[in-house]
């Protein structure tokens, strides 16, 4: 199984951090965020890596090179213009050509990839999608949701719900997308040209064609760190060892 790491976007909300790093480069315990995304990855057997670049691509770069130092094989794209969050596969056409995971490069986890192949595998899917429960940290911000039936196969993508959608999906099974896929290279025929996102784009463009999509829970230490707030609490648990990551 190959990895592709999203490491592309600006970090405006981590600013000033951010000023002169690209998100993923922020610090942990005096390592990148994105330096524990590739340690997960080698843990579980993923040694080839591919990484999106496009705000300050030479600070990447410069650290992780071609990742021999880490024990795995890293190559690169540069976005002039963002190409979004799916878009940044069409970039790798030829590399992703076997079963792959999609992680955020804002995304701090130990998750088990090897139990969520198997788990992909056994579903058949076209796509699995972690999930998990969001903490609300902002009241003026309402994550968005991820609708499943009772045997885990993703009904409906909620992004910016409504009062309208509360009331219509009230009892219905719906957690928070988590920004760790596992996906099938047949994926990328129906990924268009140009600028394309999952949650948006692709993934609606699925569920119109009737393909299996699959969602994934698992209890594991996961924080999503493009805000401040949420980039400070996981900085202080991993650093006062009130969490230690399994990697």
Not at 34 to 49: D, M, N
Not at 77 to 98: C, H, I, M, R, V
Not at 215 to 233: D, P, S, T, W
């Amino acid at each position: 199984m190959k990895a592709l790491i999203l490491c592309a976007g600006r970090g405006e909300r981590l600013k000033p951090l951010t000023d002169t790093i690209p998100k993923p480069m922020v610090p942990i315990n005096n390592k990148p965020l994105l330096e524990y995304s590739i340690l997960l990855c080698k843990k579980h057997g993923i040694t080839e890596i591919a990484i999106n670049t496009s705000y300050l691509p030479e600070k990447i770069k410069e650290y992780f090179g071609n990742g021999e130092k880490f024990g795995v094989k890293i190559r690169y794209s540069y976005e002039p213009e963002l190409l979004g969050t799916s878009g940044a596969l069409n970039n790798f056409k030829d590399f992703l050509d076997e079963t792959f995971v999609v992680i955020y490069g804002d995304n701090l986890t130990d998750i088990n990839l090897t139990e969520m192949l198997n788990y992909h595998k056994e579903k058949k899917a076209i796509a699995t999608l972690f999930l998990f429960k969001e903490e609300i940290i902002n009241e003026k911000t309402t994550p968005g949701w991820v609708v499943f039936d009772n045997s885990g196969r993703i009904k409906n993508l909620i992004e910016n719900p409504t009062e309208q959608d509360r009331i219509k999906f009230e009892n219905e099974n719906k957690l928070t997308n988590g920004g760790v896929y596992v996906l099938e290279p047949e994926i990328l025929n129906y990924i268009p040209e140009g600028f394309s996102d999952f949650m948006k784009n692709l993934f609606p463009e699925l569920l119109n064609q009737s393909k299996l999509i699959y969602i994934y829970v698992e209890n594991c230490y996961f924080r999503e760190l493009g805000q401040m707030i949420r980039y400070l609490k996981a900085k202080q648990e991993i650093e006062s060892a009130k969490i230690k990551l399994n990697l």
